[in-house]
């Protein structure tokens, strides 16, 4: 039986301050802070959570913070352009009120028949807010939220990536992650994996730019959907048979990862669905206070002597 990911279950990306990462996508965008932990990698660097009241996949984008003087990252091929969350077609008016009043420059477009609004996070990073007649969402309403549940975000709508041309890209979402071509522009084109649903389309664009550097303000990584460790397994091996190199696969302690990077230059993760945010905290008490894994434990002190500071995010309730 052919592999198939149902779509995306999280996107991580490099901010700057963390403060005003946390108070932008909590304060502004309603999305709730789920966890805050360390880069497992990187001791001295938060991964910030934000997704909706559980932290449910397809609902998530994270952040590694780059303080001190991180370098600002440059936009180019082999990088995600932009991260895109499904919102109700009634729900258009009220966001880009929030937004304008919020002070952020807001655009307004159609794609395939689905009005979008465009806007950048304070870091650069570009985000969609894309608007569809048979939204369903992936997402549990966060009752305590900034934003009137009947207009929070619903999960990922998709991601658009962008590369040196459309074929090696295509094949591996084709060939290895089950997505079908489904509508096409002069310079895009739509993938949609499965059934369908929240998350389920990845859109390829081509440009000239050059490779893209990382640092603030890019994404860093795509994250897709495994059922378990086991199709993970089957995963690497399907990598693998595109002459690809997968990693080995990583405990991330709320899920297990492999990870690859395809031929366009993204670098893309498989990750469970479970164990969950829960893992190691109440659901009450998500993304209340500084969480590690148990082997960094011991570490605690001087792992939080090296952090800024992170104050529980501001929830401006402005656009109500």
């Not at 060939?175 to 949609?192: F, I, K, P, Q, S």
């Not at 693998?240 to 709320?254: C, H, N, T």
């Amino acid at each position: 039986m052919a592999l198939e990911t149902p779509g995306l279950h999280h996107v991580t990306a490099i901010a700057g301050d963390p403060q005003r990462n946390a108070d932008f996508y909590v304060g502004t965008l309603g999305l709730r802070f789920v966890k805050k932990t360390v880069n497992h990698d990187d001791t001295g660097t938060y991964h910030c959570y934000f997704g909706d009241e559980e932290g449910t996949p397809g609902t998530n984008l994270t952040f590694f913070p780059w303080t001190e003087g991180g370098r600002q990252g440059e936009f180019g091929s082999g990088q995600t352009q932009a991260t895109a969350y499904l919102i109700r077609p009634d729900s258009v008016e009220y966001w880009l009120e929030r937004l304008e009043s919020s002070g952020i420059d807001v655009e307004r477009d159609e794609r395939f028949d689905e009005i979008l609004l465009r806007f950048s996070d304070p870091d650069g990073i570009e985000l969609e807010l894309i608007a569809s007649s048979d939204a369903e969402s992936a997402a549990t309403p966060w009752e305590d939220g900034p934003v009137p549940v009947d207009h929070q975000l619903l999960g990922f709508h998709s991601v658009t990536l962008a590369v040196a041309e459309f074929g090696p890209t295509e094949t591996i979402l084709t060939d290895v992650l089950g997505y079908d071509l489904e509508a096409e522009t002069d310079d895009r084109r739509r993938y949609r994996s499965g059934p369908g649903g929240p998350g389920s389309v990845v859109d390829l664009v081509e440009t000239d730019a050059g490779r893209g550097r990382m640092g603030v303000g890019t994404v860093h990584h795509v994250a897709f959907v495994a059922t378990d460790v086991e199709e993970q397994q089957r995963w690497r091996e399907a990598y693998a048979g595109q002459g690809l190199s997968p990693s080995e696969v990583i405990d991330r302690k709320y899920f297990q990862s492999i990870y690859t990077r395809e031929p366009g230059g993204v670098l893309f993760e498989m990750a469970t669905t479970g164990p969950g945010f829960t893992a190691d905290e109440d659901l009450e008490e998500l993304g209340s206070k500084l969480v590690l894994p148990d082997r960094l434990e011991s570490k605690r002190d001087r792992i939080e002597s090296q952090l800024p500071p992170l104050e529980g995010p501001t929830a401006d309730s402005s656009g109500d």
